[in-house]
């Protein structure tokens, strides 16, 4: 994922890094208002204890997955083609990033690494304080030698033409590999890390060096001077979750057992060197479907779940929960392959800003967030949603659609644009507006929002043929091969960890994430811009809401779909669950919840 915005106290050789963004900070305390606005089935307040005696230890918490959702890849380092949310959630229980940033955008220790980070005016050098505090479980104290390795295999497995195992899903992002010039180890706990031009320090901060998540380099450092082997070992055991190179972690919580396709549970870690959880055991349950998680909600054996939007309707029903609508700073799409190499050449239509512009005009957002999320989510109209706003959100987009609901608009733009129809299908120069979505199953309403674009996308002339897979399934087959696709909808967006979210990695040219194989010079420069040193943040504001504008226009890849919060229900007995969420990247902090007995 792309990373926050980083914060921090130091002297001036750190206020040019800090001013960058920080100006606007302030308007923070609208994230609170953002994710903090509860529809409750009850009075009581999940993040408030009804018992006198404070905390308490003990008890399971059992946390449901996504439907049809499972975690495929335990190395916290992530792999390009297992990326994924679920993934991130899952090792973060175990490991702790090297820099996390609190809901006010600054650098804390409270789940992560660092105390502080020093960047120097120039933007070519940051140096990363550690905080002694932290200790493998194994009792050996994590070091910036674990750093200087971690980096070692990001940017290997970020080099382009070395044919590695996998790829790291955090190529492009922040400037990996391209721009990081060395990352060393001064002493025990400071890390510096020097870059190979001057850059916007808190773009930086943001999307770069908090993409580290340490991993025990006398654990790891399997095959030393062999990266290629390296890397295929960290492969072949990247989903065994039992293997015991994932038994000395720094997080809170470390691996004990799991039923594939059906829980995985961790326990305690008692050397954590934070705040120590609570809870016995915590439990990742798989679900089935929307329906068996609901049912599971309504019998007590999942205490904390979603609610589908399917049951939004039945909510009165979960008489012993709090429903909380919980958004992250993100976006919703779906993506179109503009690859040359996509099923039936589809992918040069795709690649005609006009064809993007006549899918988007297609899409009924305020319709999906009416009759299908029951009034739950905000429209979007950029690659950013509107909630929770952040400083580096466009007032100028919000709400305000380039290409607002309307096919009969979208048919003409296309009829403009040279395409006529035969049989009931579009078609240019031998290519017809038709091909195949790769759509995720196991989530009732987006089964629902897919049937709606397929028949609202026929009224313009483009046929769309629906196919259903799991999750995984989905994003294996969009970041494997461009010929197996055409467009893809897995039931979600883009979640940025981030306060700067810049774009780079997702639209820039040969980005990481970019799957589509999109490429726009123009989008190139707004983005790099988005990336370099700037006099003021007023003027750092300015070219992040030109990218954006741009990315209205034109359109990078994605459809825009409305963003959906995620609508956490919560057991009345568990407690901290809510107080402790950061839409910043959606952190989750179980290591904060406690069951109480009454």
């Given amino acids: 994922m792309l990373r926050e915005l980083e914060r921090t106290q130091n002297e001036e050789a750190n206020i040019m890094r800090r001013i960058a963004f920080v100006a606007g900070i302030s308007a923070l305390s609208l994230l609170a208002a953002g994710c903090g606005s509860a529809a409750t089935t009850g009075s009581s307040n999940p993040s408030s204890s009804s018992s006198t005696s404070g905390p308490q230890k003990g008890g399971t918490v059992v946390y449901a997955l996504p439907s049809g959702n499972s975690p495929n890849w335990f190395f916290p380092l ?23 940033f609190n809901q006010k955008g600054q650098v804390s220790d409270y789940y992560g690494l660092a105390t502080s980070i020093d960047a120097n005016k120039a933007g070519t050098q940051f140096t990363v304080h550690m905080s002694p505090k932290f200790k493998w479980s194994n009792g050996y104290p994590v070091t ?33 590999p391209n ?19 001057p850059v916007n320090q808190a773009w930086f901060e943001d999307n770069g060096i908090v993409e580290i998540i340490p991993v025990p380099k006398s654990v790891w450092d399997r095959y030393p ?11 072949s055991i990247a989903n065994q979750p039992n293997n015991k190179a ?60 979603y609610l589908p939007a399917a049951d939004v309707a039945s909510q009165s029903e979960l008489q012993n929960d709090t429903i909380v609508p919980q958004y992250q700073i993100s976006f919703n799409y779906l993506q179109l392959n503009q690859s040359p190499k996509a099923p039936g050449g589809i992918g040069k239509a795709f690649a005609d800003v006009k064809v993007r512009r006549a899918l988007q005009m297609g899409v009924d ?14 429209t979007e109209d950029t690659v950013l949603a509107p909630k929770p706003q952040i400083p580096a959100m466009d007032p100028q987009l919000i709400n305000h659609p380039l290409y607002p609901y309307n096919p009969a608009q979208g048919k003409k733009l296309l009829e403009s644009d040279g395409y006529h129809m035969v049989n009931g299908v579009m078609e240019k120069n031998g290519i017809k507006l038709e091909f195949t979505m790769l759509c995720a199953n196991g989530q009732a309403s987006y089964t629902t929002i897919d049937q709606l674009l397929q028949s609202d996308w026929a009224r313009e002339g483009i046929k769309v043929n629906l196919k259903f897979e799991t999750f995984n399934q989905v994003i294996s087959n969009t970041q494997s091969n461009p010929t197996q696709w055409a467009a893809q909808q897995w039931n979600g967006g883009w979640g940025y960890a981030t306060l700067w979210p810049s774009g780079d990695g997702l639209f820039n040219t040969g980005g990481g994430e970019n799957v589509g194989t999109y490429s726009n010079r123009t989008m190139n420069k707004l983005i790099q811009g988005t990336e370099s040193p700037a006099p003021s943040i007023q003027a750092s504001l300015q070219r992040m809401y030109q990218y954006e504008e741009f990315a209205a226009k034109n359109l990078p890849s994605v459809i825009l779909l409305p963003d959906q919060p995620t609508l956490t229900v919560i057991a009345k007995n568990v407690h901290g669950a809510i107080k402790t969420y950061n839409p910043i990247g959606g952190w989750l902090f179980p290591n904060q919840w406690w069951i109480s007995s009454n």
Avoid at 78 to 100: C, G, K, M, Q, R
Avoid at 180 to 186: E, G, R
């Fill in 144 to 176: 910036a030698q674990d750093v200087v390795f971690t980096y070692q295999l990001m940017r290997a497995a970020s080099l382009s033409g070395t044919h590695y195992a996998w790829t790291f899903n955090g190529q492009g992002f922040g400037g990996m």
């Fill in 78 to 100: 992530i792999s390009y083609a297992a990326d994924s949310a679920l993934n991130f959630t899952v090792d973060e229980t175990s490991y702790l990033p090297l820099v996390y």
């Fill in 365 to 378: 957002q305020k319709a999906i967030i009416k009759n299908i999320w029951h009034g739950y989510g905000v």
């Fill in 179 to 197: 721009e990081w010039k060395s990352v060393k180890a001064v002493g025990q706990h400071t890390v510096v890390i020097t870059t190979t031009k």
């Fill in 246 to 305: 994932y038994q000395v972690v720094d997080g809170p919580f470390k691996f004990s057992s799991y039923s594939p396709n059906n829980n995985w549970t961790y326990v305690p870690n008692p050397g954590f060197g934070g705040h120590k959880p609570y809870i016995a055991k915590l439990v990742y349950q798989y679900e089935t479907s929307d329906a068996a998680e609901f049912a599971a909600l309504k019998q007590g054996t999942i205490n904390v779940g």
């Fill in 225 to 235: 001077g062999n990266m290629a082997q390296e890397l295929k070992w960290i492969k």
